[in-house]
Structures are given as structure tokens and as C-alpha cells.
């Protein structure tokens, strides 16, 4: 069966999803269930997982005995901070050492500082977390990453949450051409075509969350996007017929036509 590895577990889901900007935890957990996603990001500076006792918690409607968090850095603009919140997250989730690391450059394009997230991650490997680490489309970064010890490296397609889709394939081919570990699309898939050619192109995985979230019916489009990311996946290894410019091929045979 084909299956997902990272760092060493498997996934059947090839779909990642966030948890935020649902209008309530249960909304929450409906698009999850028909995401079939496995691993779910959590964004700790802005969910409550146990921080507030007086408030809801994400864990009651989503529980880590279903599924894998993937404690994430959402609005860290420093790798002190980064470090401080995942240190915080590992406590808080019994030693949990999965994370998303991102590093954001400013609140306008939530672009990812490359510096930043480069100092952050090398001090999480060290410490024991296993990283999946936001990044930039720049090749030579994603190596750098990996070089690191990242175990998942995660390119945009577009900027988080602008539903923009892949903007720039060719540096994603370079990417996944050029590293061992997953590459896990993250950030600008607007809809489940988007997905699909993610897929397509040869991409491990893709996250999302403002996609289905944002979505006027978030779960019937999460239950598109789990059927994208599965079509996009068969695609990619069944191996699409190469692309003919200006040159027309019949797809049924031509010898021994009736009547002729």
C-alpha cells in the first residue's frame, strides 16, 4: 500500500489540515473526519490545548488518541520565540516531538524569514524535535534543511492563506527532485484542484487549512480534498502520457477501420 512516512511512522492520509478559523470545535472536527486526514497542525499561541482550563479545548473535539498534532509556530516572528512556543508544546503534550516550525518575515505576506527559521531549526534538531519546517520554493534552502536534520521540508505554494495555488512549479519539481525527505506543499492551496496538481507534480503531501476553513461549506470541500489529494497521488504514479505541441494522436486505432 502506498503510504506516507515521516520520521519513521506511516500515514495512509496524504492530506494534512489545519485546525483554525472554524467558527466552532465542532465544525472543527466534522471537516477533519471527512478530510480522513491523520496528522492535524495546531497553531499553539492561538488554540488552547490545555493552556486555559476555563476554556474549551481543542484536544476534547479532536483527540491525540485519533490523530497525530502537529504543533505548529504560527505567528512567530523570531527563532527564539519558535523554540520558546515548541518547548512549550512538547510540555503541554506529555513530550510530543513532531512539530511544524515556521518563522514568518512580517504580518503582511507571512512570508517565511529563511534566516530565522535556519537558526530555529538547528537548535530543535539538537534538542530532540522532529522538524517539519515551512520554507520558501528556494532549492538550496530545502537542502539546507534537510542537511539539518529536518525530516519533512515544507515549500509553499503561495502565500498562506491567499488561496493562490502553485505559483511556481518549476522550483517545487527542483525541490522534490532534489531531496530524500517528504515535501509537504503548505500554504496557498485555494481549492482541490490545486491539491491534485500538488499531487501531480510528485509532492509527498499537502497541508492546508484556510482552504477548507474559509470554504462556504467547509466540509463537503474537505471531502474534496481528500478525494484531490488521492487522485492526485494515482496520477502521479500511474505516469501521465507525455505532451505533444502541435501534434495529434488518435485514440482509436486507425488499420482495419470497418469498411475500408
Given at each position: 500500500m502506498d503510504q506516507l512516512v515521516i520520521a519513521g511512522k506511516t500515514y495512509s492520509s496524504r492530506l494534512l489540515v489545519g485546525t483554525g478559523k472554524y467558527?466552532?470545535?465542532?465544525?472543527?472536527?466534522?471537516?477533519?473526519?471527512?478530510?480522513?486526514?491523520?496528522?492535524?497542525?495546531?497553531a499553539i499561541r492561538r488554540t488552547n490545548i490545555g493552556q486555559d482550563p476555563n476554556q474549551p479545548s481543542l484536544l476534547d473535539a479532536v483527540p491525540p488518541s485519533k490523530y497525530t498534532y502537529l504543533p505548529?509556530?504560527?505567528?512567530?516572528?523570531?527563532?527564539?520565540?519558535?523554540?520558546?512556543?515548541?518547548?512549550?508544546?512538547?510540555?503541554?503534550?506529555?513530550?510530543?516531538?513532531?512539530?511544524?516550525?515556521?518563522?514568518?518575515?512580517?504580518?503582511?505576506?507571512?512570508?517565511?524569514?529563511?534566516?530565522?527559521?535556519?537558526?530555529?531549526?538547528?537548535?530543535?534538531?539538537k534538542d530532540g524535535f522532529k522538524v517539519m519546517v515551512y520554507t520558501s520554493d528556494d532549492p538550496i534552502i530545502a537542502r539546507q534543511l534537510e542537511d539539518i536534520g529536518c525530516v519533512a521540508i515544507m515549500p509553499l505554494a503561495s502565500l498562506i492563506g491567499?488561496?493562490?495555488?502553485?505559483?511556481?512549479?518549476?522550483?517545487?519539481?527542483?525541490?522534490?527532485?532534489?531531496?530524500k525527505v517528504p515535501v509537504v506543499v503548505d500554504a496557498g492551496v485555494g481549492t482541490a484542484s490545486d491539491a491534485a496538481i500538488a499531487m501531480e507534480l510528485g509532492c509527498d503531501a499537502v497541508l492546508m487549512n484556510t482552504a477548507i476553513a474559509g470554504a462556504?461549506?467547509?466540509?463537503?470541500?474537505?471531502?474534496?480534498?481528500?478525494?484531490?489529494?488521492?487522485?492526485?497521488?494515482?496520477?502521479?504514479?500511474?505516469?501521465?502520457?507525455?505532451?505533444?505541441?502541435?501534434?495529434?494522436?488518435?485514440?482509436?486505432?486507425?488499420?482495419?477501420?470497418?469498411?475500408?
Open positions: 467558527k466552532d470545535f465542532g465544525q472543527t472536527r466534522l471537516a477533519i473526519e471527512a478530510s480522513g486526514a491523520e496528522i492535524v497542525t495546531v505548529n509556530t504560527a505567528g512567530c516572528y523570531t527563532a527564539d520565540d519558535a523554540i520558546r512556543t515548541l518547548r512549550l508544546a512538547r510540555e503541554l503534550l506529555d513530550g510530543h516531538d513532531l512539530v511544524k516550525l515556521e518563522v514568518l518575515g512580517d504580518p503582511q505576506s507571512l512570508y517565511p524569514n529563511v534566516v530565522e527559521t535556519i537558526k530555529a531549526a538547528e537548535i530543535l534538531v491567499s488561496g493562490m495555488g502553485i505559483l511556481n512549479p518549476w522550483n517545487l519539481q527542483i525541490i522534490i527532485d532534489r531531496v462556504q461549506n467547509p466540509v463537503l470541500m474537505a471531502s474534496a480534498m481528500r478525494k484531490a489529494v488521492e487522485a492526485g497521488r494515482e496520477a502521479f504514479l500511474a505516469g501521465r502520457m507525455p505532451k505533444k505541441m502541435y501534434q495529434a494522436s488518435p485514440s482509436s486505432p486507425t488499420s482495419g477501420m470497418i469498411g475500408s
